[in-house]
């Protein structure tokens, strides 16, 4: 499959930071059923997602992301703190984060945005609904959306 | 000749007697006067009278140049002259004398009766020196004192005494104490076969015994008098503390009437009553106030309000006020209510206290204005409204833990359900007839059992959420409510061709999430339950009673049976079959606990095939 974004064969890199194996894998399902040039990384918790992100270690030839699924309940830190961090790092706060959680509490959504979060999204709980959603993230933000890294990677 | 006439009469004297003629010359005397001078008869007779009374006696009988014998004796006629007198040894000692003329054929005598007053001077001394000890201390006593012998004479007195009797001291002093206090006094002082004076005494000490005591203008009136002994040189002198107590008979004769007044009035009441005065004092109780506070009446008639009641200085200003502003305005009623239903303490003579309900009324009486307390000892209702604001306590926390739990429970089995419901969905839409038919059955089974699952919990996340996630009530355009719960509605009343209609309706307080839920519940299920034709719905919208709007909405649906009228309101209640209409059963549920939560209820009129109107009321805006 190719790239939506026009740019043939270069992988579409996506940070999801989720702790569930369960849904883990059901986001990868979907992702992957939308868009086959998805290159998915995983973080369990908090603290692994912000070493990718910086570096860190064994995530020394990590790749940048071009977008981030993140949830918001997570052991050791949590989304809230990591989406802080991600908005706070210079080169960081570029990239795209989405929320991605079971949460429709009005308090999570307005934190959420508050600290910069680019959309929040509640899991749908129908698998049919949850696929359409995933579909439509790629759709939107990874398709029709221009994003800064992707105009750098163009130009090289 | 003389002698033969006056002899008998002047030896029946108990005084020393002399005659005199004009000259100052002794022509006759008594064995008293012998022996009170200490002369035989003879020595004296002839003899000139100053030589047993040197001075002021003969002087009195001479006629000087302005008067004659007789006019000037005449002047002393009478009175107690007190003199000197000389005994034939030389010594004197002091003498009162009375004169009385004698006229006989020689011209006119004088008798004289000689009184020798040495014990009195004496006494006088001693009072002198009495009067000097406890004069100051007598005075110092608030009540009228008088100190009086065993003979009942007056010794001592204080200026009280003087006004309350009306006397002078010098009046006083010497006087019987039975000039002042006729009865009940002087006999105490007296002995009697049975027992000294001192014993007597001894008996009355200390005890307030109640006399009439009268003044000097003849008037009585009532006296308490307190007896203590006071040795002294003469004997044991007898110190009598008087107070007058008109005005303590006056206020017992005052309440003796009242009692006989208001008494039936009081008793006849269930509650303990006290007439109090403006001053705040007990002027009368009855036999359950004595009951409630454990006193005996006469302890607490004449006694301040609070004694029993503590706090209630803190409204007998207000009291006051409101009394004249009563009595102001009053006119003609007699009783009227100037405080119900305050709250209190009420203080028992052991000292403890219970809560009591007080309501003062005003009592116009020939007396003055009166207020009658009546207390209720509200101590079982206090209980009762300590249990039953426990109990409510209670109820509601445990009534917000179930709430909790259940959204709690519902919230986080959602999770695991979800996984479940989407795996056994990617196990259906990966592998349908790919396995064997059974494995396409049991997968569509877990789906389905998932799926219902899935609506069950979030509907009663949603029950659950009214109570712990509602809003506050606010100014709501009910009108708004059901435009917004028709625009949700959109695809059911286009798929139903459903025409949805309302009056105007009002603003109302209302929490707006939860009033577009109750309409689109209410008009959900009125496109929802619909056999054959085009569904209408009408809401409308009246003035109830009590500052409500009554909705209703009305349908041509199915209608339902009276029988479960009362039914379909219930949590997970259904009439209908799954395969008919599906649903979990909890919609009118939500409805039912939304308008609760709003201070009301719903209700429903139908009749099978015929259609249904569900009612609510909702509480009127304020802000209208």
């Given at each position: 499959?190719t790239?939506s974004?026009?740019?043939?064969g ?11 194996p369960g ?9 992957l059923?939308a ?5 998915l ?25 071009d977008l ?11 989304g ?5 961090q991600?908005?706070a ?18 308090a ?31 759709d939107?933000w ?9 105009a750098?990677?163009g130009?090289? | ?9 002047l ?5 020393s007697?002399?005659?005199?003629n004009?000259s100052g010359?002794?022509?006759l ?19 000139p ?16 140049g302005?008067r ?7 002047q ?8 000197a007198?000389r ?14 003329p ?8 004088v ?8 014990v ?20 110092a006593?608030?009540?009228?004192m008088?100190v ?5 004479e ?25 000039t ?16 000294t ?5 001894a ?5 307030g ?10 008037s ?10 006071l ?38 009441a269930?509650?303990?009553m ?7 004092g ?10 409630q ?13 609070r004694?029993?009641i ?30 119900a ?5 009420g203080r ?10 007080v309501?003062?009324s ?13 207390i209720?000892d509200?101590?079982?209702r ?6 039953l ?8 926390r445990?009534n ?12 986080d089995?959602?999770?695991p359900?979800?996984?479940?419901a989407s795996?056994t ?10 396995l ?9 089974f877990?789906?389905?059992g998932?799926?219902?699952?899935q ?18 009530l606010?100014?709501t ?5 059901l435009?917004?719960?028709i ?13 949805v209609?309302?009056?105007?309706l ?6 707006q ?24 719905i ?25 029988k479960?009228?009362e ?12 395969e ?8 009118l ?16 009129e139908?009749?099978?095939?015929h ?8 509480p ?5």
């Open positions: 499959m790239s974004n026009g740019v043939v270069a992988p579409i890199e996506v940070l999801l930071v989720e702790d569930s849904d883990v894998r059901l986001t990868q399902e979907a992702l059923e868009n086959r040039a998805i290159h990384h995983i973080a369990f918790d908090g603290v692994e997602a912000m070493a990718f992100l910086t570096r860190v270690g064994s995530n020394a030839r990590a790749p940048r992301p981030i699924l993140l949830d918001l309940n997570l052991p050791k830190m949590d809230r703190e990591v989406l802080a991600i908005k790092d210079e080169t960081l706060r570029t990239i795209p984060t989405i929320i991605l959680t079971t949460s429709d509490a009005e999570d959504i307005v934190k959420s945005y508050q600290l910069q979060a680019n959309c929040f999204l509640t899991k749908p709980v129908q698998l049919a609904a949850f696929e359409s959603l995933v579909k439509s993230i790629n939107f990874l398709t029709k959306a221009k994003l800064p890294h992707q750098e990677r130009l090289t | 000749m003389i002698e033969g006439r006056y002899r008998e009469l030896e029946a004297a108990p005084d007697m002399v005659l005199v004009e010359q002794i022509v005397l008594n064995h008293q006067a012998e022996k009170q001078f200490g002369y035989d008869r003879g020595e004296l007779l002839g003899q009278v100053r030589s047993i009374i040197p001075v002021g006696f003969a002087e009195r009988l001479i006629a000087d302005t004659n014998a007789e006019q000037a004796l005449a002393q006629i009478g009175t107690g002259i007190e003199l007198a005994r034939k040894d030389g010594s004197e000692f002091p003498i009162e004398i009375m004169l009385s004698l006229k006989n054929d020689k011209g006119v005598l008798a004289a009766a000689i009184r020798d007053i040495s009195r001077r004496e006494a006088e001394i001693h009072l002198v020196q009495m009067e000097a000890r406890y004069r100051g201390l007598l005075e006593a608030p009540d009228a008088v009086v012998n065993q003979g009942g007056i010794v001592l007195l204080n200026v009280q005494a003087e006004k309350q009797f009306g006397y002078s001291r010098d009046e006083l002093l010497g006087l019987q104490v039975r002042i206090i006729p009865e009940g006094f002087a006999e105490r002082l007296i002995t009697d076969g049975t027992r004076a001192a014993e007597a005494l008996q009355q000490i200390g005890t015994i109640e006399l009439i005591g009268r003044r000097k203008d003849a009585g009136f009532p006296i308490e008098i307190m007896l203590s002994p040795p002294s040189a003469d004997g044991i002198l007898v110190t009598a503390a008087i107070r007058d107590i008109t005005e303590r008979k006056e206020a017992e004769k005052h309440l003796a009437q009242m009692e006989s007044r208001y008494r039936g009035l009081l008793e006849a269930p509650d303990a006290v007439l109090m005065n403006t001053d705040g007990i002027v009368l109780l009855n036999l359950q106030a004595e009951k506070f454990q006193y005996h009446r006469d302890e607490l008639a004449g006694r301040p309000l004694t029993i503590p706090e209630v200085w803190t409204i007998i200003a207000d009291v006051k006020q409101r009394i004249a502003g009563a009595l102001r305005s009053a006119g003609n009623s007699k009783a009227q209510e100037i405080g239903g305050i709250e209190f303490n028992r003579k052991d000292n403890s206290d219970f809560p009591i309900e309501t003062l005003i009592l116009q009486t020939a007396e003055g204005v009166l207020v009658t307390v009546a209720r509200i101590t079982t206090k209980k009762a409204e300590a249990q604001l426990q109990t409510m306590q209670e109820l509601n445990s917000e833990e179930l709430g909790q739990f259940a959204y709690i429970a519902s919230h089995l959602q999770e359900l979800r996984m479940v795996y969905q990617l196990l259906s839409k990966r592998y349908k007839g790919k064997d038919g059974d494995a396409d059955q049991f997968i569509a877990a789906v389905d998932a799926n219902r699952m609506l069950l919990i979030q509907d009663l996340l949603a029950y659950s959420r009214i109570g712990t996630k509602g809003s506050e606010l100014t355009s009910s009108e708004n409510a435009e917004r719960a625009v949700n509605l959109a695809g059911a009343i286009e798929d139903s061709g459903a025409l209609t309302h009056d105007l009002p603003s109302v307080l209302a929490d999430r939860q009033l577009v839920q109750l309409f689109q519940n209410l008009v959900g299920n009125a496109i929802k339950y619909q056999g054959a034709g085009v569904p209408r009408h809401v409308s919208c009246n003035r109830s009673a009590g500052a409500k709007w009554l909705f209703s909405v009305q349908d041509n649906g199915l209608g339902i049976e009276a479960y009228f039914r379909i309101f219930g949590m997970f209640q259904r009439l209908h079959k799954r008919e209409f599906a649903g979990t059963g909890i919609g549920a939500i409805c039912k606990k939304i308008v609760e939560r709003h201070g009301g209820e719903i209700s429903v139908s009749q099978l095939g259609g249904s109107t569900f009612r609510f009321a909702l009127e805006s304020s802000a209208i």
